[in-house]
């Protein structure tokens, strides 16, 4: 057994090492970057490898056990994302946004399904010559696009888990918007919350941007909200900073980091969202050249599958990564050509 141990240590600890190294180097260097969760999921992949080693003989009973584990929790997704969709529409309201995780555990649902369908018909050589071509195209489509969606979803995971030194200068809070025009409501006091801790934990006492512009149907902004409620908390006035006339992500970044950058000093920043919201915050800052660190909020676990959705949907749209994604479904389409 030590014997076993020892050979896989030396021939394949080098490479499991080497790939975990340099995918956790690119988080911390670039966390904001899609390709990270590719580096994630091929580190998992070499994971799985590297432990399937120290099994011997064994090794490949492992290899496929994980394998089925693997198809059965795949197969397992549309009929969760499904039960998902139908209790946020129960606890919230039907609306386009909440119909999200039904639709997807839906589409998902219909691959898998010509997945089996294609198996089916080529094991039994049933004359399917067109259909299978539309099954198998279909299968590609869902499960390439899945595969986006789990990496994004992994990633989105991953970089909340990953350390922080609390040593901050400056604590953005992403406005969300108010119950009954003047009341927070749970998202945005967990965001405040979550702020509120980095403060304390910090020795040198960051300065807290509560940002959040007043809406159409609000009586008072956003970052008025969050200021009282800071102010609640202990949070002195001199460490609380607002900024009142964002509409939007991008607007509560920019406009936060020109307040920022009129004020003397180091300038470390943190921004604090919900976790599901903490990644594409992070691209944005990216694309202003506006370095940070991203902290994210808990948010109720049945509503937190239909949020990530939607977040991965508004950066799927963006042009870089449309372009990218489309063309790796194209490649993915490639098998095709050999039918």
Not at 113 to 119: E, L, Q
Not at 124 to 149: D, G, I, M, P, Q
Not at 163 to 176: A, E, K, L, Q, T
Request: hydrophobic share 50%; charged share 15%.
């Amino acid at each position: 057994m030590f014997t076993v141990f020892a050979e896989n240590l030396q021939s394949f600890g080098p490479i499991f090492l080497a790939v975990w190294a340099v995918t956790i180097l690119c988080i911390l260097l670039w966390p904001q970057r899609y390709f990270n969760s590719l580096l994630l999921m091929a580190s998992l992949l070499v994971t799985m490898l590297f432990v399937s080693g120290f099994f011997g003989e064994n090794g490949g009973s492992f290899l496929l056990i994980c394998f089925l584990l693997v198809m059965l929790a795949l197969f397992l997704v549309p009929v969760l994302l499904i039960i998902n969709g139908i209790q946020l529409i129960r606890r919230e309201s039907l609306s386009p946004a909440h119909l999200l995780s039904l639709a997807l555990g839906l589409v998902i649902g219909v691959g898998e399904i010509a997945a089996v369908a294609y198996v089916l018909g080529t094991a039994y050589s049933l004359h399917w010559e067109t259909l299978n071509l539309w099954l198998l195209a279909l299968t590609l489509t869902v499960f390439y696009f899945s595969f986006l969606v789990l990496s994004f979803v992994a990633y989105s995971v991953f970089i909340q888990i990953l350390p922080h030194r609390m040593d901050f200068d400056y604590v953005i809070i992403h406005g969300c918007g108010l119950s009954g025009g003047e009341r927070m409501t749970r998202l945005l006091s967990d965001r405040v919350d979550k702020a509120v801790e980095v403060y304390r934990k910090c020795r040198r006492k960051p300065i807290l941007i509560p940002s959040g512009g007043q809406g159409p149907d609000e009586k008072i902004s956003e970052a008025r909200a969050m200021t009282d409620y800071l102010l609640a908390q202990g949070v002195p006035a001199e460490h609380i900073l607002p900024e009142d006339r964002s509409e939007t992500t991008r607007d509560n970044l920019l406009n936060s980091r020109d307040l920022i950058l009129e004020r003397p000093g180091r300038k470390k920043t943190a921004l604090v969202s919900s976790n599901y919201h903490v990644y594409r915050c992070l691209r944005l800052a990216r694309e202003m050249g506006f370095r940070c660190t991203g902290i994210g909020a808990k948010v109720a676990l049945y509503y937190w599958p239909s949020a990530l959705i939607r977040e991965f949907i508004a950066i799927f749209v963006t042009p870089g990564f449309l372009l990218w994604a489309l063309g790796g479904w194209l490649l993915c389409l490639c098998p095709l050509l050999f039918f």
